[in-house]
């Protein structure tokens, strides 16, 4: 499968932002997807996951102000991010490890395709 993230930008502290993963493939449905970032001088970290069953996880820093979708007939991965602060400035990336649920967040080297990234930046 291969994966773009879009969304990105420049918000205020407090702002909104959704992120789009779009995803080629005839068996990305079949595939959870996760979010990572990374932010300027920091190891790439997990944000989120969608199963293919439609079940999510959440990394701690973002639990409750995140929501996380899929849509089918889009072939869209969306993260809807809410209550944005500074520190969630970085890089956003998609990838899957082509398995059906999700699983803890490994490093890069573990998923099998990663989409090029997208700058979100959140500044006053």
């Known amino acids: 499968v291969q994966l773009q993230a879009f969304g990105g930008g420049e918000v205020q502290p407090g702002g909104s932002l959704k992120l789009s993963c779009t995803i080629s493939?005839?068996?990305?449905?079949?595939?959870?997807i996760y979010w990572f970032r990374q932010a300027p001088g920091k190891e790439r970290e997990g944000v989120s996951c969608?199963?293919?069953?439609?079940?999510?996880k959440f990394a701690e820093s973002m639990e409750g102000r995140a929501t996380i979708s899929r849509d089918s007939a889009k072939n869209t991965v969306y993260l809807q991010m809410n209550s944005l602060k500074v520190e969630d400035t970085a890089v956003y990336y998609c990838?899957?490890?082509?398995?059906?649920?999700?699983?803890?967040?490994?490093?890069?080297?573990?998923?099998?395709?990663w989409g090029q990234g997208t700058l979100v930046t959140v500044s006053s």
């Open positions: 493939g005839s068996t990305w449905s079949y595939y959870a």
């Open positions: 969608i199963a293919a069953d439609g079940s999510s």
């Open positions: 990838a899957t490890d082509e398995f059906t649920m999700c699983s803890d967040f490994y490093p890069e080297r573990y998923y099998n395709s």
